[in-house]
């Protein structure tokens, strides 16, 4: 038995897709897995909080999916609407209850659960925004220009994260062997005065995400920094719960753009009220950057 297995050719990534999808296409029914417009479609959210679905191009014969789909939450696993509805929102798609009504990020606020026209440019260009664009279209709505610019642009000009890694390097580490320190949070005062722990950073060493910001703010760059781009990395940036994942970004690039990243624990601080990223205890790391 054991011959048997190793004589076994191994499964190629494509081959274990193409497999899923079959899989996902039986297990849910054509008018659940197909879209040809995001108009009160019918979707199954699985018990892992994602949409699997196939968009159909233009032709309306072949069709694309993401093999990550659309995550929207696990509370909302089951029959869902996912729809374009400009009472609500003009661009995005909205998630809705199969009797129509809109679903809640929570039930203290009246802010329903969004799929943002960025988002899915984003992560689902030759999929689901093909569909998301049409059905703009069968609704007479008109994108946002700066997603219009940036879906109309050419392969070799479409957002690319390292873009502005490369920005970002060129003015830190601008000649092969410098090295840049920074953190990636800012430092508070102790609480009451007391006197932070001995491990605690510099308090000099400016924060990361600030230098990032700077950059995609800087009037400056704005010839070489796209309206899309600086929309997307400002979302990132300012929003504390994406930082993690643009800090994977950021690594993936070591060895395309030629350097390196070690990242080091070295304190932590309270974040009072009122401070941008939330009040709260927060972790601080020390990056270093080289130059290679």
């Known amino acids: 038995m054991a011959e048997m297995r190793s004589r076994r050719s191994p499964i190629s990534p494509a081959e274990q897709r193409r497999r899923g999808q079959l899989g996902l ?158 953190v990636t949070q800012q430092l508070y005062p102790s609480p009451g005065g007391r006197r932070p722990k001995s491990n605690q950073p510099q308090i000099n060493h400016p924060v990361v995400y600030a230098e990032f910001r700077d950059i995609v703010n800087n009037q400056a760059y704005m010839p070489r920094i796209t309206e899309f781009e600086r929309f997307i990395w400002n979302t990132y940036l300012d929003n504390i719960n994406l930082r993690p994942q643009l800090t994977r970004i950021i690594r993936q690039y070591q060895a395309e753009l030629r350097f390196t990243l070690t990242s080091q624990r070295t304190g932590s601080t309270m974040a009072p009220v009122g401070a941008p990223e939330g009040a709260g205890q927060r972790v601080i790391y020390t990056w270093t950057l080289t130059r290679e």
């Open 25 to 182: 296409e039986r297990r849910y029914n054509h008018e659940l897995y197909y879209v040809q417009f995001f108009i009160n479609k019918t979707l199954l959210v699985d018990a892992g909080g994602k949409i699997h679905c196939r968009a159909y191009m233009d032709n309306f014969r072949d069709s694309a999916f993401e093999p990550e789909g659309i995550y929207v939450g696990a509370r909302y696993a089951g029959l869902r609407i996912l729809e374009l509805d400009p009472n609500i929102n003009t661009h995005a798609l909205v998630l809705k209850q199969v009797g129509g009504n809109p679903e809640l990020i929570n039930n203290n606020a009246n802010d329903p659960v969004l799929v943002h026209d960025w988002w899915l440019l984003l992560h689902a260009r030759h999929s689901y925004f093909i569909a998301f664009l049409r059905t703009l279209r069968q609704l007479r709505i008109l994108p946002r220009r700066f997603i219009q610019d940036e879906s109309d642009r050419l392969p070799v000009h479409q957002f690319n994260w390292g873009h502005v890694v490369r920005i970002y390097l060129d003015q830190h580490c601008p000649t092969p062997h410098t090295t840049h320190t920074c």
